[in-house]
């Protein structure tokens, strides 16, 4: 079943003259528990791409569905229930409580008025800080975390609003590779047993070409190659990439070859 | 779960009483405990120290904790929307928006006849008028430097137009807004409580449905989005409880500084919390504490003259702002 889709999307930014197109028809379908990563130099509009995909920015052409609705007959409140994100632009709040900053995700989706908790909404967030390893952090305040625990918190956040989409723009950023490693396990274990369609930025191809069911690799003006690890490291946008022909992805374990002459 | 400390609640309670009995028992004129208590029960025998103290005492002491809290609760929405922990009614222009219009109905002739009503209704038009300056510049420049530069800017500009009308106004005019100007709680007689205490209860009931969008916007705005908060109706929502709270506090008491800064910052730091489930209800007893304790600084027995609350409060309230901010860093419990 596909859970997320988009179709003939455009992104555009500035007016006349000034226009800069960042992509064009771009088409994807996602089924549930995929885990797929976008891939691309700086600046070719990943994260825009990702903003379009959580509906936090309006595509200049084209059309979001999720789980099968278009995006614009899902009204604001209720899409917490569809999508959870995690972006960049997230500041850090350190005046809370791990657990607080998990009920947020809960709050969100509980329909209460007032941002209070039901019992069954603790399961969740209990739940959500076992899987992400964070139980023994509940109580801890977030200012005391280190970067990765702070990723792994967000992310509980993110689980316990228990929503079958989830948007992850370079979470893997100010993390150690054994922290990146152990995180992009979990999005996999997420994706397997909790069905979870996952889409997540990053600049790590190491992690990606080894965790990632899908890849999309984002070129320059709005080209862009989507598929299995496999084809996109084979594609012809690839050497485009990576720049030069002397750098290679070795088609069997997908390592980077570097030849010498 | 939540981890917050649960002491403080019941001693702020057991505070806010005190500092009321307290507010109510001393003045300039001498009334005896037990007859403070008498009056209070309803079997009075002396008919002017009945009248001190319903007519004068326990409005003063209704209007400072009121009044204290809306200030509170306006710097704590106005922290939280610009993500600023400098940010509060004074800081940003809004009190002088209000003191232009009070000005303008105080000081120019023909609107004198408006009343107390109009100065109220101008006063809170005014503190809107310059909220909306500055959440429009806000809107366009994403750094808060900016859009503290403009409430700073906007105040000297709203500043120079009460001094061209002060120049121009008569002398018992002129009095009179300087009066209100060093700041009491002391104005609203009995008969206009119920216009002060209305419009603000009303928005101290509404602010809980704001704790939700509130926490989703520490974060900032792209989180508070993507958790299906609307950001442009939780700041219209906070701006029109902001500027009626600054609005109507400062038509009756005048621009009283300091106590929408430090009663937020207090709330977190004594609940260590920047949940607003804890911090709103704890600004709220915080603003009321502080507004009390000013106001019975600014009468001190023993003085026969009451001090400006104005001083009072900047007297109070700057080291106690200048060791949050500093503290507040180092443990980082700080917007």
Known sequence: ?261 | MRNAPIWPWPLMIVAIVLLFLLSIAVGSVYIPTAEVWDVLWGDALNKVNEYIILDARLPRAIVAILGGSGLAVAGLLMQTLFRNPLAGPSVLGLSSGASLAVAVITLIPGFTSLGSYGITVAAVAGSMLVLLVVLSVARHFADVASVLIVGLMLSFFTSAIVGFLQSLAEESALKAFIFWGFGTFSNVSRGQLWAFAIPLLVVLVFTPVLIKPLNALLPGELHARSMGVSVGRTRFQIMLATGVLTGVVTAFCGPVAFIGLAAPHLARFTFRSMHHAIVLPGAILWGGILALAADIIARLPGLQLSLPLNSVCALMGAPVVVYLIMAGRKRKMLL
Request: charged fraction near 20%; charge should be negative; aromatic fraction near 6%.
């Open chain 1, 1 to 261: 079943m596909i859970v997320l889709s988009a179709s003939d999307i455009a992104i555009s930014y500035g007016k006349g003259e000034e226009k800069h197109h960042l992509l064009g028809d771009f088409n994807i379908a996602l089924e549930a528990g995929t885990l797929c990563a976008i891939i691309g130099a700086n600046g070719v509009g990943k994260s825009s791409l990702l903003r379009v995909l959580a509906g936090l920015q309006t595509p200049t052409l084209g059309q979001v569905h999720w789980n099968a609705q278009p995006l614009p007959n899902i009204v604001l409140s209720r899409r917490p229930h569809h999508m959870a994100a995690l972006f960049r632009e997230f500041s850090r709040v350190d005046g809370l409580t791990v657990y607080d900053l998990v009920s947020m995700g809960r709050t969100a989706v509980n329909g209460s008025l007032f941002g209070g908790l039901y019992p069954a909404d603790n399961l969740h967030i209990n739940k959500a800080l076992e899987l992400t390893g964070m139980s023994v952090f509940a109580k801890r305040q977030v200012a005391n975390l280190s970067d990765g625990e702070f990723q792994k918190a967000m992310l509980a956040k993110m689980l316990a609003q228990n929503s079958p989409i989830m948007l992850l723009d370079e979470p893997t950023t100010h993390l150690d590779l054994p922290s990146s490693l152990e995180l992009m396990h979990l999005l996999r274990r997420l994706a397997r047993d909790e069905q979870k369609t996952i889409v997540f930025t990053t600049h790590d191809l190491h992690l990606v070409f080894k965790m990632a069911h899908t890849v999309v690799l984002l070129g320059s003006e709005g080209k862009y190659a989507i598929g299995s690890p496999e084809e996109v490291a084979a594609h012809s946008l690839m050497c485009g990439f990576l720049r030069t022909d002397e750098i290679a992805i070795t088609e069997g374990n997908l390592q980077f070859k570097i030849s010498e002459e």
